[in-house]
């Protein structure tokens, strides 16, 4: 008869705390949304939209499609402003003593909010995963931009002779503009290979498992490294089967941030580049897919970490606690570009360099939770 007595506050609890700290989160997350697009995207797409380069629906759409990638970056700093926020005014409040009086402990205290950022933490993933991808295509569409690139593509004899390199400045589609193959002679040496001739086509074409290069200049080379012959030759193919499909899909992978590929495209990509073995590219792209999963749960890292910054004594300062908090979120952010250099150059594994964040707050919560006695 006693049990639900005891039970009942306690949910009701619960939904006080949830409700308290989502609408805080909310704010937060819009306030962050605002600061973030106003100073540099609100002031480009106006100018471009007065000069007449853009639309004004143009202009709107754009300023709509970026707020998925804002907003994903947003989530993780909404929910440790907001649990923050919310701990606080509930510490001021005494509310907190309240409830530490009656015997409940911390972790039973921010269980709502641990649930709640479960949830955010999901769909922080999910945006990364679909809305921002496409967002991303979207904002390129509407820009008109076409990738520009120079890619470098090798083939090789076997492990260290060179059979061919293909360069390419730049592509539309399927169709690749002015094109450079050199094409090597591995026959001649066991361990290296000489260049033997050279195709400069006006363009090729990608059809499936085909590069078709058309209107060549070929120029032979002698074993000394000197041109004997210039021909013209109208179509010549110079990729073929597995190579041809793997080539078009890293040439078109590369040309894209990492934003702009969904889950299934950056793991495939990432497999392609090991194969390849592209081995900057390769941890460099490993990194940002770890990261998703890391990003998303530093969502529920941060919720508690909030949480336990808004723990705090009757004269305690409480400036200091969102101090603190305001110089998590910026340290967070702005060691992100380090630790993916450190991926890319191989200093670190790419495991390392996607996690040590995460568990360089785990450790935080830990010490705070020591610090603030809870």
Sequence with gaps: MNVPKIVLPFKIFDGYITKQVFAATVVCI????????????????????????????????????????????????????????????????SELTVLRSIGLTFWRIVYPLIILSIFISVLCFSLYNTLIPYSEKKINFLKGESPETHFVYTVKADKDRLQKIIVVPRYYRNMISKPLVLNFDASQYQD?????????????????????????????????????????????????????????????????????????????????????NLNDEYRFML?????????????????????????????????VNFVIGIGIVFGYYITLPFFDMCAEKGILSPYITSSIQPIAILIAIFIFKKIKDV
């Design 192 to 276: 290296t290979s000489v260049l033997s001739s050279i195709l400069q086509g006006d363009y090729a074409v990608y059809n499936k498992d085909s590069w078709v290069l058309h209107n060549v200049k070929k120029y032979e080379l002698t074993k000394d490294g000197v041109f004997k012959n210039i021909t013209n030759i109208k179509d010549q193919q110079i990729l073929s089967g597995n190579k041809a499909n793997t080539a078009f899909k890293i040439m078109s992978y590369s040309t894209k941030r990492d934003r702009e590929l969904n889950n299934a495209e950056i793991t495939e990509y990432i497999g392609m580049l090991r194969a390849e």
């Design 287 to 319: 990194n940002k897919y770890l990261q998703r999963y890391f990003h998303s749960a530093i969502c529920i890292l941060f919720a508690i970490l909030g949480s336990l910054l808004g723990f705090s004594r009757p004269r305690e300062q409480k400036l």
């Design 30 to 93: 819009f306030l962050f949304v605002v600061i973030w697009i106003a100073p540099e995207t609100l002031l480009k797409v106006i100018k471009r939209t007065m000069s007449g380069v853009y639309t004004p629906w143009v202009g709107l759409q754009l300023l709509i499609y970026e707020v998925p990638k804002i907003v994903g970056k947003a989530l993780p700093v909404g929910l440790l402003l907001g649990t923050l926020f919310t701990f606080d005014k509930l510490s001021k409040d």
